[in-house]
């Protein structure tokens, strides 16, 4: 018996809705229950809370390694790690993208699979010799090791994103901007940059979150609790002994270090679609 395309469409449509019901149950779990007594997280079967807790916010955000150190200061050392670094990465990723994109140059052919095979090198692999340059270059306790990386255009993945990007630009503008006396930065700045703001929204989505995110780093090179970001911030909520933790307010501060990742993107969604299915068209 053959189904109807109207038959396909309505089970094709149930089929998502279960998937994005599995995948967001955690954000809705962990929204709820940031609203729990503590004991009531995990002992209780119900979703919504028997009573909504609002001061678990308050509570939760005067949290830290004193009575000095709150979440405001969490944030705002995230922010001054995050938007440096997204902007370093922009700048220098656009600019080696644009060379490898519209120059030749001696052992290009050899540089750029180079580059390429860096993606491949897994971060835990040179951890260790990044943490003994960073000692010795002075740097741990500060956020150098992410902003000189970032200046360094040391992230192969949003340059391969750009390249593609600009490969798809064609070179007929650059000759056209040549004829009027444009120089080679003329070209960039007023020419591929803002053909480019898909691919560079992207990019700078991207980076944004996984610096928010980055836990394992941010743990290795920042030690003192003053200069901790929101990563480290909920870590140092959670004490060696799980029955003395705040749970409610370990989600109340969870929820919190989620909203501005939710803001970003919906205000960035356009420009981030656009720049993910137009970055592959052309090899």
């Known amino acids: 018996m053959r189904i109807s395309n109207k038959a396909k469409n309505v089970i094709r449509h149930i089929v998502l809705i279960a998937v994005c019901f599995v995948l967001i149950y955690p954000v809705v779990f962990m929204f709820f229950a940031s609203f729990k007594e503590s004991n009531e997280v995990f002992t209780s079967l119900s979703l919504f809370p028997e009573k909504y807790r609002w001061e678990n916010y308050v509570n939760g955000w005067q949290a830290g390694a004193s009575g000095s150190i709150t979440f405001t200061n969490y944030f705002l050392n995230t922010f001054a790690l995050v938007i440096p670094v997204v902007f370093f990465t922009i700048v220098s990723c656009s600019l080696v993208a644009y060379g490898f994109a519209r120059f030749s140059f001696p052992f290009r052919k050899i540089l750029f699979p180079a580059m390429i095979s860096t993606m ?103 030690n003192s609790p003053r200069k901790f970001t929101v990563a480290l911030g909920l870590r140092l909520a959670i004490d060696t002994s799980t029955e003395t933790v705040q749970w409610n307010e370990v989600m109340a501060m969870s929820v919190c270090t989620i909203i501005p990742l939710f803001i970003i993107f919906f205000a960035c969604q356009k420009y981030f679609v656009e720049g993910i299915t137009s970055s592959g068209i052309k090899g």
Do not use: H
């Open 120 to 222: 491949m090198l897994p971060s835990t692999v040179i951890i260790i010799p990044r943490f003994m340059l960073f000692k010795n270059l002075g740097w741990l306790d500060s956020y150098l090791p992410f902003y000189v990386p970032a200046i360094f255009a040391c992230y192969p993945f949003f340059i391969f994103l750009l390249i593609q990007f600009m490969r798809n630009i064609p070179t007929s503008f650059d000759e056209s901007a040549k004829m009027d006396g444009c120089s080679a930065m003329m070209i960039l700045r007023k020419i591929i940059l803002p053909l480019l703001k898909p691919a560079i929204f992207s990019a700078g989505l991207f980076q944004f979150i996984w610096t928010w995110d980055d836990f394992y780093n941010q743990l290795i090179f920042i």
